[in-house]
């Protein structure tokens, strides 16, 4: 932690290895949500690392990525070593991917506090961000605490998965900036129904699992070892490659063998299970004006100050509204005319068209499965 | 009529001066409905001539339109004399535009029978439109006659207006081929309201008035002279200068002075006055498939075998539709994905995007006024 002297040490691990099916047609295998501006001039994913750099060295930042995207974040991420952005031979999903991290880290510096960041959500409140962040760095570096991070729910949403809080252990800094609170985590809840969303809702001690996490190089390293023992000598291989002229073969050999598991399964859980007292997980609160922009939908929401507003996204030529009210409409360059339409979502790309609904726009995954694997359009997805 | 051996000279006239405000945005001040190609290879002025040609000269064929669309109109009709296109300096509505050319004509050959064709209108029985104008030309040419084509309603539609239709007088040839009946006209109805449509629909006498009419070039000179004095001089001395070099000075100095109003009103609503057997005005059935293509959904009900289909319009790289039904879409060289919409009318062009429900689409002049007028934006209309 450079910003207040103190020793803690810091490396952001950035995943952006999502295909971003969900912003079709502006988003592609190659161009996915996380490369694209789509609330500001800078794409989300140089956003992640500009809301970190307060905080961290670049030096320290990572990147895991795919073949699809690398070329296109080493350009955005000028910055970040071409050796700290790892691109995936094949999608193995999240605890891969973060192991992998830990384990390349934790050669040089098993002390090092990874951070885990998704690289396409949004952060309304940087500076609470910050505050945030830096008490789980904290938390993180003492023993083998780990922390991750539970955005306040607002609705019964069933899209994400919740923590469940337990015992209050906060406030850890109370230095004249707001108070951060902790508390120890009971379970990782997966996905619920709409019925235990509402129940999760009104019970209050339920946060939705916004995938940041906070753990020791040497912590995770130990937790794999402890929860998925057949990733161990994969992910030694591969860390023991990085740096040499190999590296590149070794991974594409080996990290096919990965078990395809998400962090939060394959460790969180399991860990969770030890008891509230003795997992050393602790939640802190990401209420800083978190969103996962998970679809057009929510994407109006975010750019639109009210349900009603028609939200003309991109470089327009200007609209002319008649009876129309909560459209979206992306057509760059275009002057957009509305004509007796509500609740629209309509994207215009030089190749595609979408015309579908807000309420119907976290379906547009239908759509790239029919463009791929029905009529085998691989240029278009 | 060149096609059946007989002595009868015709010489269609087109009117092509149209803005086109119900297709926008395709269709543009300088790019209207009547140049562009809606509902097949061809344009729809393209189609026009094409569908006269069997009956007349091309040397007879002549066009009146306006300076943002004279160009394109005499590109696409190569075989038009270059003095048959009139490019009214102003528009006048439809007297001044026919009574015009029947005073252009009427120096040269008063027995010509002239054609009134709108220029945008679509006609799915080709062999029956030239059974009706073949019949219209003779019963034309018989004394003063003037002859009005009435299309079979199908609708209580208040879009058009209407011909009382009296005592019939046909069949005015039965040579083998299908039957024309010919039918005395009682009075010209304006664009009636709903009620009054339904009452007109149950009478069973009552045709729509689809813009063509058949006459001399001398009974329309009469005509004029009886009905519509005030244009006399005007168009005498435009005929006048008409195949000389002065010809585009005086039609730009003396049309502007012309009345602005309808054929219908000026001359036939007037004449049909001195009573049905009097009036000399007679109609023929319009029962070959007519469409005047009034509006996207008309478009789309054109294109498309049932209500429920999507119409996907013009070059298209596909579609995809999810729960969608009965929408109209146009979007050139794109893959169209629809999820979860129905009977939308979207419209993109390189400059604009119209974003409307088939039961809106006939106010699309609405949004083009606001562009005009409100927006200023001279480029987009």
Chains 1, 2 share one sequence.
């Not at 999903?93 to 998704?118: Q, R, V, W």
């Not at 023992?229 to 030694?236: A, F, G, N, Q, S």
């Not at 309509?346 to 595609?352: I, Q, S």
Request: with cysteine; proline share 5%; hydrophobic share 40%.
């Amino acid at each position: 932690m450079h910003s207040d002297g103190s020793e803690l040490r810091f490396a952001p691990v950035i995943l952006a290895g999502g295909s971003g099916t969900r912003f079709w047609p502006r988003s592609r295998r190659a161009y996915a949500k996380q490369v694209l501006a789509l609330n500001g001039d800078q794409t989300m994913i140089q956003q992640t690392l500009e809301r970190l750099l307060p905080m961290a060295d670049t030096s320290n930042v990572w990147v895991v990525t795919n073949h699809w995207l690398d070329k296109i974040i080493a350009e955005q991420l000028p910055t970040v070593s071409a050796k700290h952005i790892l691109s995936e031979p094949v999608a193995r999903n999240t605890a891969p991917a973060c192991a992998l991290t830990a384990y390349i880290i934790a050669k040089t510096d098993p002390e090092m506090i990874i951070g885990i960041f998704p690289s396409d959500h949004v952060v309304a409140n940087i500076p609470r961000f910050s505050e945030v962040i830096a008490a789980g760095v904290k938390l993180a570096a003492q023993g083998e605490n780990i922390v991750v991070l539970g955005v306040p729910p607002t609705r019964p949403e069933t899209g994400y998965g919740y923590i469940e809080l337990g015992e209050a252990v906060g406030p850890n800094e109370n230095d004249g900036k707001e108070t951060v609170k902790a508390f120890r985590v009971k379970r990782f809840r997966e996905k619920p129904d709409g019925h235990t969303a509402e129940r999760f809702l009104m019970a209050g001690n339920f946060a939705w699992n916004g995938g940041i996490f906070l753990w020791s190089a040497q912590t995770l390293v130990a937790a794999i070892r402890e929860h998925a023992t057949d990733l161990v000598p994969i992910l030694e291989t591969i860390a023991a490659a990085h740096g040499t002229k190999d590296f590149e073969r070794v991974f594409a050999d080996e990290y096919p063998k990965c078990e395809n598991i998400s962090i939060d399964y394959a460790v969180l859980e399991r860990r969770s299970a030890k008891g509230e007292q003795r997992s050393g997980i602790y939640c802190l609160p990401a209420d800083f004006g978190w969103n996962d922009l998970g679809s057009w939908a929510s994407l109006h929401e975010h750019l639109g100050t009210s349900d009603k507003d028609n939200v003309i996204d991109g470089p327009t030529d200007g609209l002319i509204g008649i009876e129309a009210e909560g459209n979206y409409v992306y057509a760059p360059g275009k002057m957009v005319a509305l004509l007796g339409v509500s609740d629209l979502v309509v994207v215009e790309t030089p190749d595609a068209l979408l015309i579908t609904t807000r309420g119907r726009s976290q379906d547009v995954g239908k759509i790239v499965r029919q463009v791929h694997e029905g009529l085998k359009r691989e240029d278009l997805i």
